[in-house]
């Protein structure tokens, strides 16, 4: 697999034109949003491609240093979670593969979405805003901004007026809401158009959630069939 990723792939219908690329969170796997795709309504026509890659295996600071699928190493500085620099960069490079793959199977940039939770979705984030080329958007759920002081110096033009999707929960013990409200601001000052909506839930989806992130595809994919 591109980027050295494995990854579970569902199609919803034949010759897809469109690519969804949605990371799952801290020691889950590609399987985590598998069951989701019916859910989220998409039309058989024209069809999407979506990749559900399996994030490496690595030790985890924060749960003890066990052994998981994590995109970047997680420590917690003075009882603050701090993302490790070296495993989101090694990670965005990754995903970029997979980007690279979609284009080689016929689906360009301006029609793939990069999708994440919680660590996942901090990963679309940190990629998407990066991404040299235009994408359709970007589907941050449950998550925070890695890296945050080098979006502004870092983040590419083609992506300045990118839809961005953010979604929280009000009951989110894992990632508290203002994290994600801090990410919503610090993107909002630099010009994103982001639409940020928060549920009543703890950490993980509920049903009005998918209900607007499959409007939200169905908008940025085009997808009226």
């Not at 979670?81 to 995903?95: H, P, Q, T, Y």
Request: with cysteine; aromatic share 6%.
């Amino acid at each position: 697999m591109a980027g050295g990723l494995d990854a579970i792939e569902i199609e919803t219908g034949s010759r897809p034109v469109a690519a969804v690329l949605w990371m799952h969170g801290l020691g889950a796997d590609g399987h985590d949003f598998v069951d989701l795709v019916p859910a989220l309504g998409l039309p058989e026509r024209p069809g999407v491609r979506f990749v559900f890659p399996h994030a490496p295996m690595r030790p985890v600071t924060i749960n003890h240093g066990m052994v998981m699928r994590a995109w970047y190493d997680v420590r917690g500085d003075a009882g603050v979670r701090r993302e490790d620099e070296e495993g989101v960069r090694e990670s965005a490079r990754r995903i970029e593969g997979l980007v690279a793959r979609e284009r080689q199977r016929g689906v360009a940039p301006e029609r793939l979405v990069l999708a994440g939770f919680s660590q996942g979705g901090a990963m679309a984030l940190h990629t998407g805003l990066r991404h040299a080329e235009r994408l359709a958007g970007i589907l941050a759920l449950s998550c925070f901004l890695p890296l945050p002081d080098t979006v502004a110096s870092e983040a590419a033009a083609a992506n300045r007026a990118t839809p961005v999707f953010m979604a929280h929960g009000t009951h989110d013990a894992v990632i508290p809401p203002a994290r994600a409200r801090g990410a919503r601001d610090v993107l909002i000052r630099l010009g994103y158009a982001v639409d940020y909506r928060e549920y009543p839930m703890p950490h993980a989806v509920c049903d009005a959630e998918i209900s607007d992130v499959g409007a939200w595809l169905r908008n940025v994919l085009g997808l009226t069939g």
